[in-house]
């Protein structure tokens, strides 16, 4: 049986506007996150001028939020303890998703992102 490591991953352009959830439905991803506190980190995210593109936000509930930027996109992770799988290992697959989205898809092409987003998850939540 694989490993999840996601409760929820969202992708938005490098602007910040959302492009995609996915969610792994039997962990019950907390919607408080994956809806508010995404679309607020990533916002704030997308403004900064920084030489790290991953930022981990550490919530009182053993969630924690992953956002990497790359060049076209920023992905959102949601992980949590329960995975039972390393943080670092939930940050690499966020980082090899957006990999492959510079790699395969135009960043306005919202279908294209959606299609390829869903297809790459099916492996990781």
């Keep these: 049986k694989r490993q999840s ?3 929820a991953i969202s992708i938005y352009s490098s602007g910040g506007v959302p ?14 996150y994956v809806e508010g506190g995404f679309l607020s980190a990533i916002t704030s995210f997308a403004g ?19 956002i990497h930027r790359s060049t076209k996109f920023i992905g959102g992770l949601l992980w949590n303890a329960a995975l ?5 290992e939930s940050e690499s697959a966020l980082k090899e998703l957006l990999t492959h989205l510079e790699a395969t898809v135009q960043s306005d092409d919202i279908d294209d992102v959606s299609f390829h987003v869903t297809q790459y998850c099916t492996n990781l939540l």
Aim: aromatic content about 0%.
């Design 5 to 7: 490591v996601a409760s």
């Design 19 to 32: 492009l995609i959830t996915a969610k792994n439905e039997s962990l019950e991803a907390d919607s408080e």
């Design 48 to 66: 900064m001028k920084m030489g790290n593109n991953t930022v981990k936000i550490e919530g009182e509930d053993k969630n924690t939020l992953i």
């Design 84 to 88: 039972n799988i390393p943080i670092e």
